[in-house]
């Protein structure tokens, strides 16, 4: 059954060109019962070449100015569309691709609703996946899921174009229809910098933990909330440390190495740290050379192990710079150690430094290093000092935030973690700390090929991800780009994946923008973003690159590997309380 809707009259490249019946500029047609679509931009038909139909998009209508006087008397003007062809129907099916060309005086036919529909969901039995409907033609369209999610995935468009929506509604009916099979073999976890996933959204509570730290002091009678777990030797790394404290420099990470290096040859040994910390003291005020900057690291490490007596002796401690040694008074420090002995020593073996938690210790360990380091002349105080600074002023948040040693993170289907209430410094480093931690173990034990999946989810991800940045230095925004890119690049290897969401892809990083492999695009507005969009997503076709601007909300054109072609996707909207916790006040219930 075929409805015949106009013909061929040109064909100039791949524009073709078809002169339409008249009678046909209805928007829906029905015929025997099935509903067709009018002929209107954005439409397809298709145009019959011998046992082949060639579906071509409409990209443009336009009424020709020659007149065509009928027998009625009245005039008409000949209305011409302009089609592109986008594949074909043989007797398997629909091939996306240019293979076959119209030629002048082939019909053209209307398409009926279903075939559209089987244009863009050919999964055949596998597929029940519906986030939305096609928004011209309204037909529930299955997404290939099996592609998308074996896939880096990248949702854009402007705040309030429904990106957290269509990210929730993603992973939403992801674990409404496959959770029994999900269970097990994946993992996903969710970094969430405004707090919108912490409720009832994506899925059911019992399959899913929630981690909302906040770097604010707890007030009175407010329940603790929930830190983040590091166990004791992920804490005690090179890399994590490093994040940390962000040691980005040549001479930094060497000296945090030492200080782990050093913790680690004594860790079986009850006492050591009282025992190397005293050592220190008897050092930096003993040694051969002895160095003037000590005296602020010894000042630290008594603060650190809450030795109050110590803390006092060391104020009456000055430094002595023609004579290049330490002084209290009539005490004059020398290499013998009898002045140590008698007026420093019965004070430092009142050092206890067995209760420490992992942040104090470090700090204690990495004062001591440096006391050695300088004594030693391994390293200039200058370019350690900015790090040890760093780590002592960003305890307070991290210790609100983490805690070390005192088991893992809870191992369950999906994992929040909420940011919303940290600090923007904190906001900068964790980010990069959970993302490794789930990369490095996943990768762990991980088979090949991969037996288990890891899926990396960042709602408002140039929050880290972006290449603008002036709050922080060169080198580690270097160091925290080249992570992602990293985890981007070789994660598929190893069953990694990762979803962004953003609303300003053209700060994301290039390199990372390049590696996603399925679009939702959703109201874009900003020429710098337009532009990204043009130029590094391949599979968008100019028709639909043109409606970007003006889409509505939940509205987002669809393109990349896991899609034969663009389409234009209307996401349903959640239930409200699968909803992403937007940010929004509602202004006239708050002064209504
Ligand atoms: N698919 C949709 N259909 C209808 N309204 C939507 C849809 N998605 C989002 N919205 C509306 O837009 C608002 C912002 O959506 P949200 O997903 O938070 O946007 P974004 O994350 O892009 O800032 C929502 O509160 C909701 O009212
Ligand atoms: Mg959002």
């Known amino acids: 059954m075929t409805i015949r809707v106009g013909e061929v009259i040109a064909v100039q490249g791949i524009r073709i060109t078809l002169r339409i019946d008249d009678e046909s500029n209805q928007e829906t047609l029905f015929y025997k019962g099935e509903k067709f679509k009018g002929v209107s931009i954005r439409e397809y038909l298709s145009i019959q070449r011998g046992f082949r139909e060639?579906?071509?998009?409409?990209?443009?209508?336009?009424?020709?100015?020659?007149?065509?006087?009928?027998?009625?008397?009245?005039?008409?003007?000949?209305?011409?569309?302009?089609?592109?062809?986008?594949?074909?129907?043989?007797?398997?099916?629909?091939?996306?691709?240019?293979?076959?060309?119209?030629?002048i005086h082939d019909p053209a036919i209307l398409i009926q609703e279903e075939?559209?529909?089987?244009?863009?969901?050919?999964?055949?039995?596998?597929?029940?996946?519906?986030?939305?409907?096609?928004?011209?033609?309204?037909?529930?369209?299955?997404?290939?899921?099996?592609?998308?999610?074996?896939?880096?995935?990248?949702?854009?468009?402007?705040?309030?174009?429904?990106?957290?929506?269509?990210?929730?509604?993603?992973?939403?009916?992801?674990?409404?229809?496959?959770?029994?099979?999900?269970?097990?073999?994946?993992?996903?976890?969710?970094?969430?910098?405004?707090?919108?996933?912490?409720?009832?959204?994506?899925?059911?509570?019992?399959?899913?933990?929630?981690?909302?730290?906040?770097?604010?002091?707890?007030?009175?009678?407010?329940q603790p909330v929930a830190r983040f777990p590091l166990e004791a030797n992920e804490f005690w790394d090179l890399e994590t440390l490093s994040l940390l404290f962000q040691a980005t420099t040549n001479t930094q990470r060497p000296f945090l190495n030492r200080v782990i290096e050093g913790r680690r040859r004594y860790e079986a040994n009850p006492g050591s740290l009282t025992a190397y910390t005293k050592k220190k003291f008897r050092d930096a005020f003993c040694a051969g050379q002895p160095k003037a900057a000590t005296l602020d690291l010894m000042r630290s490490v008594a603060r650190t192990v809450q030795n109050k007596a110590l803390e006092d002796l060391l104020k009456g401690v000055n430094w002595h710079s023609q004579q290049n040694k330490f002084v209290s008074g009539n005490w004059w420090f020398d290499q013998d150690g009898t002045s140590y002995d008698a007026a420093i020593a019965p004070t430092v073996e009142t050092v206890d430094a067995g209760n420490l938690d992992a942040f104090d210790q470090l700090v204690l360990r990495a004062n001591l290093q440096l006391i050695s380091d300088l004594i030693n002349g391994y390293v200039q105080f200058d370019h350690i000092q900015p790090l040890l600074k760093r780590v002592e002023s960003s305890l307070v948040s991290l210790?609100?935030?983490?805690?070390?040693?005192?088991?893992?993170?809870?191992?369950?289907?999906?994992?929040?973690?909420?940011?919303?209430?940290?600090?923007?410094?904190?906001?900068?480093?964790?980010?990069?700390?959970?993302?490794?931690?789930?990369?490095?173990?996943?990768?762990?034990?991980?088979?090949?090929?991969?037996?288990?999946?890891?899926?990396?989810?960042?709602?408002?991800?140039?929050?880290?991800?972006?290449?603008?940045?002036?709050?922080?230095?060169?080198?580690?925004?270097?160091?925290?780009?080249?992570?992602?890119?990293?985890?981007?690049?070789?994660?598929?290897?190893?069953?990694?994946?990762?979803?962004?969401?953003?609303?300003?892809?053209?700060?994301?990083?290039?390199?990372?923008?390049?590696?996603?492999?399925?679009?939702?695009?959703?109201?874009?507005?900003?020429?710098?973003?337009?532009?990204?969009?043009?130029?590094?997503?391949?599979?968008?076709?100019?028709?639909?690159?043109?409606?970007?601007?003006?889409?509505?909300?939940?509205?987002?054109?669809?393109?990349?590997?896991?899609?034969?072609?663009?389409?234009?996707?209307?996401?349903?909207?959640?239930?409200?309380?699968?909803?992403?916790?937007?940010?929004?006040?509602?202004?006239?219930?708050?002064?209504?």
Not at 78 to 99: M, S, T
Not at 478 to 507: C, H, W
Request: glycine share 8%; aromatic share 8%; with cysteine.
């Open 115 to 222: 075939r559209i529909a089987s244009i863009f969901d050919r999964q055949g039995t596998g597929g029940d996946f519906r986030i939305g409907t096609m928004l011209k033609e309204e037909i529930a369209v299955n997404l290939p899921w099996k592609r998308l999610f074996n896939s880096h995935i990248g949702i854009f468009g402007n705040t309030g174009s429904g990106k957290s929506n269509t990210l929730a509604k993603l992973y939403t009916v992801l674990f409404e229809q496959k959770l029994d099979a999900i269970q097990g073999k994946s993992r996903f976890v969710l970094l969430d910098f405004n707090g919108e996933y912490t409720g009832q959204q994506l899925a059911p509570a019992n399959t899913k933990m929630v981690y909302a730290l906040s770097t604010r002091a707890p007030k009175e009678g407010e």
């Open 399 to 592: 210790r609100r935030v983490l805690t070390v040693g005192l088991g893992a993170p809870i191992d369950s289907l999906v994992t929040v973690i909420s940011m919303r209430r940290c600090n923007n410094e904190t906001k900068k480093v964790l980010p990069l700390l959970f993302a490794k931690h789930y990369y490095n173990t996943h990768r762990e034990t991980v088979g090949t090929p991969p037996d288990k999946t890891m899926h990396l989810i960042i709602d408002e991800a140039h929050n880290i991800l972006s290449q603008q940045s002036n709050r922080e230095s060169e080198s580690w925004k270097d160091y925290r780009l080249e992570q992602f890119e990293e985890i981007i690049k070789e994660g598929r290897k190893f069953g990694v994946f990762i979803t962004v969401a953003s609303q300003r892809p053209a700060d994301i990083s290039p390199t990372i923008v390049s590696q996603i492999h399925n679009f939702f695009i959703h109201r874009l507005v900003n020429e710098r973003d337009l532009f990204l969009i043009d130029n590094t997503i391949t599979t968008l076709d100019s028709l639909s690159r043109s409606l970007i601007p003006g889409l509505s909300q939940g509205c987002c054109v669809v393109t990349g590997t896991a899609f034969d072609l663009p389409m234009l996707l209307q996401v349903e909207r959640l239930q409200k309380a699968k909803q992403p916790d937007s940010e929004d006040v509602d202004l006239e219930k708050l002064w209504g």
């Open 54 to 103: 060639i579906v071509c998009i409409v990209e443009g209508e336009y009424l020709d100015e020659s007149r065509v006087e009928a027998t009625d008397g009245k005039v008409r003007y000949v209305r011409k569309v302009e089609a592109r062809p986008i594949g074909f129907f043989d007797v398997d099916g629909f091939k996306q691709g240019i293979k076959y060309m119209p030629m």
